[in-house]
């Protein structure tokens, strides 16, 4: 699916994880996104910077120069040279100093535009950070396995079954786990197209305010509830093909 709406733009979400095993919990949270082109991330004057910040830092290896440099040497490590085209990225932007990321999708197009592949890239509420290098199909489908540690009550085990397809109008994406022919977890975000200018912004700063830092308080009191529920806390030990360093950047391809 081709990319159809003007980038950058907004996306009013609503973000849904559904348990259903050993115990089933499930919640919702209303939340935004921002979709950027890498080689024009938006750099509104102060005092917009407020809500909208991006910096490499807070994505893959944290090192590089830019965003888009740091993603396409990720690439180039996996054999994967996109020849200069474009790639959008879905992430949360910095507001008011803070940033937390779950999930960031980039979606890497070739020098004749033609989709190369996506890339997830996963953030747990330790620091770590992993990316999975993904083919998908024409429904923005994929599958990878499991090899980072993410939630604290879920081994590293098991495989992904993903949709990430570009976002357009709407906006609709899916992370399942299955083990053993079952899916213990599965999130999802839906949300909608909105224009980026100071008004749509505004409203969405209001409706969701320093959505990164409740997002991420919501993880960890939802976190809070399993465990006063009994929910056993899984070793944090990686699997052996997975880096232990905190700002860890392998990825997989199904």
Known sequence: MVNTVPVPALYEATVRHVRAEPVRNAFAYGTYYWLVDLDDVPRPRWPLRLWCDFRAADHGA?????????????????????????????????????????LTVYWCHGRDGSLRCVVAEVHNTYGGRHRYLLETDARGRAEADKVFHVSPFNRVEGRYRLSLPSPGSRLALTVALHREGRPPLTASVRGTHRPVNAASLARLALRHPVAPLTDALRIRIQG?????????????????SDDHASHEQAGHTP
């Open 62 to 102: 944290g090192s590089a120069p830019t965003l888009r440099a740091d993603l396409e040497a990720f690439l180039a490590g996996h054999g994967v040279d996109l020849g200069g085209g474009r790639v959008l990225m879905l992430a949360h932007a910095r507001v008011l100093g803070h940033v937390f990321n779950p």
């Open 224 to 240: 809070i509830g399993l465990y006063l529920r009994g929910l056993p806390v899984q070793s944090r030990q990686p699997r052996a």
